[in-house]
């Protein structure tokens, strides 16, 4: 049962401040603009939220028409990630292209100009950049969000990341803490264990927070990962000897820490989102993020509930969610005041309606595609010749995981048609990926097989290899991370699946990119 406040309760001000929760629609309902109006000081956008800038651009202000402060956050870290051009594909490569670059002012350069564009909209903190060293190369959720499996690559392009990023007046969050780069299992289905020593966590997990740390990223997003050699009862984003002893004390961190989604099976299914978020504040998290899968009031309403509950139980400190709720508020100061510094008169004024974001013309609408461009590796046979004529694309599709979702496009066909008219295109899956069918669709066009992650799945990896033995002509383009075997005439590995990536790619196969 819900419980009736006083809007001027601070125990129920401080507990809705420090939850971020998300909602369902193009504006903001007024369920979301009450609860902002009594103390909600935070709210999260999806790609469900977002149809175009000026759209975006509207319902930011409307939230600061209840509230001038409010943190509007969103998980856009481009490349394969994205939500403020969810159905476009994304106008820059993500972490795995930058750190193939390994050029940190291109990093820094492409952060900025999407911050840039997120404050336009009037967004001021973005779930963003990921911090996680991929070690594994058959992780299942981080894989092309990584920048690389270096510590070190991937301390330096995080650290200039998040510069580039809040020298746009957003506020990074860099995540999964402290480190999800060594799992085979993807946290929104289940809890992934690391069993690896202090020495290991020091020498490569921890390394590029503690370079996002001296940096000044404003906030930073636990992971729900077990990691016995620090607790072996409690997944970072509950644990105080990770958020408290190691994050705050030992790495000497005092920016705003949030958790990764609360619904998410690893916490959810084990702790249930109420017990999990009292937790979480308890451990030492800062802000809750909750609304990618729940998404309505009743949640908002659970989760304070659950929150004051336990304060008045005794069970949370009163003192340790007052904390949480001050360094919500403290970084909400800190954007209001950057937004006010940068002469900001309005969210959105360079924005125009009807264009996709990203897709501005300009040196700065250019960067993200100059690093894609960059971010290639092409592998030629000899006698190799451009594609003149319009291909057939063969695209071989894996289930998508949560945190990319399946709603964007991806791949190289509509960039190709552009280039090629007539190119034709079809979508093949573990089900239906037999080497005839792609013959037989493509009758005499070269056949371009698109991949992601070949080396992940099986079912992909024959195909392509008995593929390219019957069309020796055969262009592979790997949109993943590149672990397999190079195949084909023309072998391109794109680090990443945005559309920028794409188009990359399709300009060489069609010949039209010279100098690369």
Not at 160 to 168: D, T
Not at 301 to 325: K, Q
Not at 493 to 499: D, N
């Amino acid at each position: 049962m819900t419980t009736l406040v006083s809007r001027t309760d601070t125990l129920t001000r401080d507990a809705l401040a420090v939850l971020q929760p998300g909602f369902e629609g193009a504006t903001a309902p007024d369920w979301l603009l009450r609860r902002v109006g009594e103390g909600l000081t935070s709210v999260g956008l999806f790609g469900r939220n977002i149809a175009s800038p000026a759209q975006l651009a509207a319902l930011t202000a409307r939230l600061r028409a209840e509230r001038d402060d409010v943190l509007v956050a969103i998980d856009e870290e481009g490349g394969d990630v994205t939500r403020l051009e969810v159905r476009h594909g994304s106008s820059f490569p993500g972490n795995l292209a930058l750190g193939a670059v390994d050029d940190t002012d291109l990093t820094r350069e492409v952060a900025r100009e999407l911050g840039r564009r997120l404050a336009e909209c009037g967004v001021n903190l973005n779930w963003a950049p990921s911090a996680d060293v991929n070690s594994n190369p058959g992780n299942p959720v981080i894989g092309v969000r990584s920048f690389g499996a270096d510590p070190q690559l991937v301390a330096r392009h995080t650290a200039a990341y998040v510069q580039g990023l809040q020298a746009s007046g957003v506020a990074a969050c860099t995540k999964h803490f402290p480190g999800h780069g060594d799992t085979a299992v993807d946290s929104h289905h289940a809890l992934p264990r690391i069993d690896v020593d202090l020495d290991t966590l020091h020498a490569r997990e921890l390394v590029p927070f503690r370079a996002a740390i001296a940096a000044g990223s404003k906030s930073v997003m636990s992971a729900h990962i077990l990691l016995p050699a620090l607790d072996p009862s409690r997944p970072a984003t509950l644990s105080p000897q990770i958020l408290t002893g190691l994050l705050r004390e030992e790495l000497g961190y005092d920016g705003l820490i949030i958790t990764d989604g609360m619904e998410m099976q690893a916490i959810s299914a084990t702790y249930g989102i109420e017990r999990g978020s009292v937790l979480a504040i308890a451990a030492g998290a800062d802000a809750i993020c909750v609304g990618g899968g729940l998404a309505d009031d009743e949640t908002v309403l659970r989760l304070r509930d659950a929150l004051v509950a336990a304060v008045r139980s005794g069970v949370l400190p009163e003192e340790r969610l007052a904390d949480a709720a001050a360094r919500v508020r403290a970084l909400a100061g800190w954007t209001q005041r950057t937004r006010g510094a940068r002469g900001v008169s309005g969210p959105g004024a360079a924005s125009q309606e009807g264009t996709a974001p990203g897709t501005g013309a300009g040196p700065r609408g250019e960067v993200g595609l100059v690093a894609a461009r960059r971010a290639l590796r092409i592998t030629r046979s000899a006698g190799f010749e451009p594609v003149t004529s319009a291909p057939y694309v063969a695209s071989f599709s894996p289930v998508a995981n949560i945190a990319v979702g399946d709603e964007t496009p991806w791949g190289v066909a509509a960039e190709l048609a552009r280039l090629l008219p007539g190119t034709a295109t079809g979508t093949y899956s573990s089900e239906n990926s037999t080497p005839e069918q792609v013959t037989g669709a493509a009758g005499d066009r070269r056949i371009v097989a698109v991949v992601r992650d070949a080396h992940r799945h099986p079912w992909m990896a024959v195909a392509l290899e008995t593929l390219t033995a019957a069309r020796p002509d055969t262009i592979v383009v790997e949109m993943g991370v590149p672990q397999a075997q190079s195949r084909g005439a023309l072998y391109i590995a794109t680090h990443g699946a945005a559309r920028v990536c794409g188009r990359a790619a399709a300009e060489v196969i069609a010949g039209v990119c010279p100098g690369v």
